[in-house]
């Protein structure tokens, strides 16, 4: 008989460091167009995905399932209560970093992975 994990044992198993296709593609798209100055992996709250600190200005590439977008996001069928606390976590989470940067002198840009 095979252990059962639970769902948060399953989460903090996952080492993953953001949508990386997406990400990738959001710098494909800023090399394309010319748009430099920005840097990755820098320390500041809530890790943004890409920081022009010259211009004081952080963006978020945000999954559409790990943050609950409103178009595409679909709620598991199974351990439904779980999920929905995950996701409403993740998502006050995200404004509580934006308000923290936005306080600090930060413009604080969110791009959904639809997009």
């Known amino acids: ?11 903090a198993s ?3 460091h953001g949508n990386k ?10 090399r394309a167009h010319g748009i430099t100055g920005w840097r990755r992996g820098q320390k500041l709250p809530g890790r943004p995905d890409f ?3 010259a211009e004081r200005v952080c963006v978020f590439v945000d999954g559409c399932y790990w943050h609950g977008c409103p178009l595409h996001y679909r709620r598991p069928k ?6 929905d606390a995950k996701i409403a976590r993740n ?5 509580r970093v934006a308000r923290e940067l936005r ?11 639809h997009a």
Not at 21 to 30: S, V
Not at 78 to 83: D, G
Not at 91 to 95: C, E, Y
């Open 1 to 11: 008989m095979a252990l059962r994990q639970r769902p948060a044992q399953v989460m």
């Open 14 to 16: 996952i080492r993953s």
């Open 21 to 30: 296709d997406t990400e990738l593609a959001l710098m494909a798209l800023m």
């Open 51 to 53: 920081v022009f600190r």
């Open 78 to 83: 199974s351990n439904r209560p779980f999920w």
């Open 91 to 95: 998502r006050a989470r995200d404004r």
């Open 103 to 113: 306080a600090s002198g930060w413009t604080v840009l969110r791009v959904w992975e």
